[in-house]
């Protein structure tokens, strides 16, 4: 009680740049392994619904491998066995740890979109090909973004969760957030102020990212009513708006 009570802020203030990039490095894992993770989501997703066999089986070997084995097995059998065998050596923590991040997120995203396309009604899909509209088209136009509007909040959570896995990638050196708080806790043999710090700065991206995702939910909903401007004088075609 009395080492929790005697905080000493100077050497977070110390180490505030290994912080600071930390920070760089643990959002730019998750942008990249997200939104990499997205678009072979999509993929996978849709070829978990395909009913060519030699489309859907390797579809859905993928899903039950990276979503049944653990994350940190998948980050390090990526950087120290995988890379290393195709190119010969090591491409760098950022490599290792957005593929890893990005093929991880990829089985759970092609779970939520393939949810997400299952949940709108079939008849849907039958009325545009009765009308002569190529099966692509009436997914890309008709499906997907109903579709969308549903994934949203998994999507969501999907991102939330990416952002606290990232910390994971520390076991192959890579200076994130937890790194740093790692190396100010050996240098000063003192365990309070580090990883509280790390824990706050993590608190606060993920109440960051829960209002974006909150405000994105809520555009994309149904009940969702646009801004709407209002004429207040009009003389004959010319109005003057202004904003309500």
């Known amino acids: 009680m009395i080492e929790f009570l005697d905080i000493r802020f100077d050497m977070i203030w110390n180490y505030k740049e290994l912080f600071l990039r930390g920070l760089w490095v643990t959002l730019a894992l998750t942008a990249v392994g997200y939104v990499s993770g997205i ?8 070829g978990k619904l395909s009913k060519r066999k030699w489309i859907y089986y ?4 993928y899903v039950d491998f990276f979503r049944g084995t653990p994350l940190l097995v998948q980050i390090l059998l990526i950087h120290l066995a995988f890379i290393p ?12 740890g957005s593929i890893a991040l ?8 092609a779970e939520i979109i393939r949810a997400g396309i299952q949940s709108i009604e079939k008849g849907q899909m039958e009325a545009a090909r009765s009308l002569g509209m190529p099966r692509s088209v009436a997914m890309k136009h008709i ?4 579709a969308f509007r549903r994934m949203v909040p998994p999507l ?14 520390t076991v192959i050196a890579a200076n994130d957030l937890l790194y740093a708080g790692k190396v100010v806790a050996g240098a000063y043999a003192r365990f309070w102020e580090p990883y509280i710090t790390v824990a706050i700065l993590y608190l606060i991206l993920t109440w960051l990212f829960t209002k974006v995702i909150a405000y994105v939910e809520k555009r994309f909903s149904n ?14 075609r010319s109005a003057i708006e202004v904003n309500k």
Not at 102 to 109: I, M, V
Not at 156 to 167: Q, T
Not at 223 to 236: A, C, E, L, M
């Open 58 to 61: 390797p579809c859905k070997y």
């Open 143 to 146: 499906i997907l973004p109903q």
């Open 102 to 109: 990005a093929l991880n997120c990829g089985a759970y995203n």
């Open 156 to 169: 969501g959570n999907e991102l939330i969760a990416l952002l606290k896995d990232s910390s994971l990638v």
């Open 85 to 96: 065998s195709v190119f010969g050596h090591s491409l760098g923590y950022f490599v290792s």
């Open 39 to 46: 678009i072979l989501g999509l993929f996978i997703g849709m």
């Open 223 to 236: 009940s969702y009513i646009p801004r709407q401007r209002r004429r207040v004088f009009t003389f004959g």
